[in-house]
């Protein structure tokens, strides 16, 4: 066999070169140096047999296909070997035609193999590559945000102080002209100009120093009893002048509401949920300002029926400079900071905030904190 089968072949097939190996051990060692298209063994064989061969050669070499050869009485053997993984078996005596044509099928079956094995090394290689490129692209954007988040914060930090003192200055002035009435009418307005759009400015670097402490955790809450229904009285009247376009109706408990929180926090919260209120909705529309308790939470919300926020854009309304499309459009000026910072003041607080809003139609923010035991029923 191990003569008669290279000549048959050799008639048959231009450019094959066989290797020839007596016994299985034999062939396991060449085919552990070469890379076969196909191998073709006995099954019948002293030592080990063609049987034991293939599963040794499956675990070598699992892409080399392999032809056994067994006798035309023993069907059992061919089917053990097709089931143990063999490309195919040649019955003995050979069928010339037939082994030619079942070794040509292997080769053919062994060379798509290796094209496979070569298109899926490539794409590996592709992935490794697209995936290393990904790694650096993160790395450059992630460096961009530090240094952009670093920016931010030195800005605003150099910035605080002389807009301090502008802010001071003026509000200087409004209470000296108050007392003495020295200013004439122009002069007057434009004071107050200068007082309204400096606190704006003032606000603006102080979202930006809170963002800064976010992302260092340095903002802290400082923890006292707070009546939530009287803070939200003073909120709203300090705030008296910015709802002249608007108007407000508030339901706010005689009874103290108490909650363990940072008052100035909690008043920002409020002020700056109010201030979206009013930015986003039209002259003379409605808002409300809703403070009760529910359960073991106390609630503060505030409805406004503006612009309304599309619902894809709800799940992302609080995080870091997010700005919803609608708003960003009709050149309302904003930052998208301030709802981040108030989810995380409402977090720190264990609290939460939540919105519920129609495109078109209006918005309501709601904080939920735990209300202090003690609060007296129906506060
Ligand atoms: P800013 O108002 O400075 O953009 P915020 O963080 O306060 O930043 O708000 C984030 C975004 O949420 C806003 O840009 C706007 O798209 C949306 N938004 C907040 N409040 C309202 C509201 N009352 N009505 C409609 N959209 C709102």
Do not use: C
Not at 158 to 169: F, N, V, W, Y
Not at 201 to 209: A, E, G, N, T, W
Not at 246 to 274: A, F, M, W
């Amino acid at each position: 066999m191990l003569h008669a089968i290279p000549k048959m072949l050799a008639a048959y097939m231009e450019d094959l070169a066989v290797d020839t190996a007596q016994g299985a051990a034999a062939a396991l060692a060449q085919a552990s140096q070469t890379d076969y298209d196909a191998i073709i063994s006995d099954i019948k064989m002293p030592e080990m047999d063609g049987l034991e061969l293939l599963v040794q050669l499956r675990a070598q070499a699992p892409d080399t296909p392999m032809l056994l050869m067994t006798a035309y009485d023993e069907p059992e053997t061919a089917i053990q070997a097709l089931r143990g993984g063999a490309y195919d078996f040649i019955h003995k005596p050979l069928d010339r035609e037939y082994l030619v044509a079942s070794l040509g099928r292997a080769l053919q079956v062994r060379q798509l193999r290796r094209q496979v094995a070569a298109q899926q090394a490539a794409l590996e290689r592709h992935a490794a590559e697209l995936e290393s490129m990904v790694e650096e692209r993160t790395r450059e954007a992630q460096q961009a945000l530090r240094i952009r988040d670093h920016f931010l914060s030195i800005a605003a930090h150099e910035l605080k102080t002389p807009m301090t003192s502008i802010l001071g200055a003026a509000q200087l002035l409004q209470r000296r002209d108050a007392a003495d009435g020295f200013l004439n009418p122009r002069d007057v307005r434009t004071l107050r100009i200068l007082v309204q759009q400096t606190l704006r400015l003032h606000r603006l670097i102080i979202s930006l120093l809170d963002l800064s402490r976010l992302q260092t955790g340095q903002l802290t809450i400082e923890r006292q009893v707070v009546d939530l229904a009287a803070l939200a009285r003073r909120v709203v009247e300090e705030m008296g002048t910015a709802f002249e376009r608007h108007t407000l109706t508030t339901s706010i408990p005689e009874n103290p509401l108490l909650v363990t929180g940072d008052e100035l926090r909690l008043e920002q919260v409020l002020y700056n949920l109010l201030q979206n209120a009013i930015k986003y909705s039209p002259r003379g529309g409605a808002l409300a300002v809703r403070v009760a308790a529910e359960e073991r939470l106390a609630t503060i919300s505030v409805t406004d029926h503006g612009i309304g926020i599309p619902a894809a854009a709800q799940p992302r309304l609080f995080t870091r400079f997010y700005r919803a499309e609608n708003a960003a459009a009709p050149g309302i000026s904003g930052m998208g900071v301030g709802l981040y910072v108030v989810r995380e003041i409402m977090t720190l607080h264990g609290g939460r905030v939540e919105v519920a809003s129609v495109e078109g139609q209006g918005s309501t923010f709601t904080v939920w904190l735990p209300l202090r035991r003690g609060t007296p029923a129906g506060a």
